[in-house]
């Protein structure tokens, strides 16, 4: 059986790696370079503090593997785990932050409701009256670089050949299955392809005829100069979309969590340096005499189900995209679900 | 003591890091400066960049066309939250 994946981010290699490891001959073609999707544009902010059932147990699963894979790979994903904070400003904000809490508490997630001073137990300059209050959580920030590579050299190792820089051009398919790909010119003959694609999987499911229509979400993020390490959890204000954490290399990351466009661009823009700006002096002031060095964007889709594992009417052709902006969280366990639906289809 | 040629100074890397990278297999202009921080310290790469595009031709065999340069990205120099803060939004 030899399986091809269309996309070189974190969901593409991760299936990769679970295949190979099950023994499965796998090729993982990817257009640019590795990093050059969502998953090497995000800011790495891991929680299970998500709102529905399928999805927090996919997080928590995801946050196990993490570290399971890390040192089978023998790879430091500089995975820090020191929390996930998530504040409010409106009283309905928080309210469904509750509602969203106790669900998780159920399903077994350390969390905690804080009010507005208690967040200073955790980010000691936060001003307090930015908010009205939140929920503190087990979680954390993963750098997502080292995270890729660490699956791709997992890869490799196993024998799986990932191809960079190689577009997959065309997918043949013959009497409604799968016979093989096309990329850079030159003809693969796969039983399975998975369409790992991102933000282009739309397209990729049209070369196999299939209607897709997950939709493309843009989200702009900067990085500041190098502090010393001092702020611990990841934080992410519901009510404006901010968010913000401080990776291992000492930078302070942070965006606002992205809108729906028509079409992918990743283009970085002023306003949102403003608004982002605004925001995160106001929640943290001492930020401001930080310097941003670097602003950029990245794009993610979002499936109807979030994410979107399943068949097609093509046989062999694998739906595994829609992660939406959590694909960090739940990619590892997303993962291990492509590899059985490949295994009994 | 031997010789340490530094490559980026914001990053403190000296060309045994920058070939190391390459002989691990981070062997793109895009790939490598990830993988070494070059270009990502508060210069942004203008102090290092050609320097990098040189030694990955160097260890390649690769023409500085092949091996391209990297998106330069906003802000052309560092700017300060407080500065941003003052902005107008849209
Ligand atoms: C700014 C930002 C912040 C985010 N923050 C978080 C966060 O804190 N936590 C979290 O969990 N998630 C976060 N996300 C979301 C997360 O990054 C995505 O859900 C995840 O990376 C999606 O991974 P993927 O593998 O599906 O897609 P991608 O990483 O986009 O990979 C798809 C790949 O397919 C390739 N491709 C496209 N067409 C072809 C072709 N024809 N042939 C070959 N290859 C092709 C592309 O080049 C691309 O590399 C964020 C996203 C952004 C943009
Ligand atoms: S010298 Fe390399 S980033 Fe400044």
Redesign the interface.
């Known amino acids: 059986m030899r399986v091809a994946i269309i996309g070189g981010g974190i969901v593409g290699l991760a299936t990769a790696y679970n295949l190979a490891k099950d023994g499965v001959d796998v090729v993982v073609f990817e257009r640019k370079y590795l990093l050059y999707g969502a998953s090497g544009r995000n800011s790495g902010g891991i929680t299970a503090m998500l709102n529905n059932e399928r999805l927090i147990e996919m997080a928590k699963k995801s946050m196990k593997i993490y570290d399971e894979v890390q040192s089978e790979i023998g790879f430091n994903f500089l995975y820090r785990k020191d929390g996930y904070i998530k504040v409010a400003s409106t009283e309905n904000d928080l309210n469904k932050l509750k509602e969203e809490m106790n669900l998780q508490k159920r399903m077994g997630v350390k969390v905690k409701q804080i009010d507005a001073n208690e967040v200073k137990d955790f980010i000691p300059d936060f001003n307090a009256d930015a908010v009205i209050g939140g929920v503190y959580g087990e979680g954390g920030v993963i750098f997502p670089w080292p995270v890729i590579w660490g699956y791709a050299k997992g890869c490799r190792e196993l024998g799986v050949d990932v191809k960079d820089y190689t577009t997959v051009e065309e997918i043949v398919v013959k009497d409604r299955a799968i016979d093989g790909v096309k990329a850079n010119g030159e003809f693969f003959k796969v039983d399975f392809i998975v369409n790992a694609a991102g933000a282009w999987s739309n397209e990729i499911s049209r070369m196999a005829g299939v209607e897709l229509n997950n939709k493309i979400i843009k989200e702009e993020i900067c990085v500041t100069e190098s502090l010393k390490p001092y702020l611990d959890p990841y934080l992410l204000d519901v009510t404006t979309g901010i968010y913000l954490s401080q990776s291992m290399r000492g930078e302070i990351v942070g965006g606002i969590v992205g809108n729906e466009v028509e079409s992918i661009d990743v283009k970085g823009s002023l306003d949102f340096l403003v608004k982002y700006a605004k925001r995160a002096v106001e929640l943290i002031p001492k930020l401001k005499g930080l310097c941003i060095l670097r602003q950029w964007a990245g794009v993610y889709d979002e499936g109807k189900d979030i994410p979107n594992i399943s068949t097609t009417n093509v046989k062999g052709f694998i739906q595994a995209n829609g992660f939406g902006k959590f694909g960090m969280c739940l990619a590892p366990a997303a993962a291990i679900e492509v590899t059985r639906l490949i295994r009994k289809t | 003591m031997k010789d340490r040629k530094i490559v980026c100074r914001c990053e403190d890397l000296t060309e045994e890091d920058i070939i190391h990278a390459i002989e691990e297999g981070y062997d ?1 202009l ?2 490598l400066k ?2 070494t ?1 070059a270009t ?1 310290g ?1 210069c ?1 790469g203008k102090g290092c960049l050609m320097h990098v595009i040189r030694i990955l031709c160097a260890k390649t065999g690769k023409s500085p066309d092949e091996v391209g340069v990297t998106t330069q ?3 052309v120099n ?8 003052k ?4």
């Open positions: 793109d895009e790939s990830r993988y921080g990502s508060p942004q990205r906003q802000p560092p700017v300060p939250l407080y500065l941003l803060a902005g107008d939004e849209k």
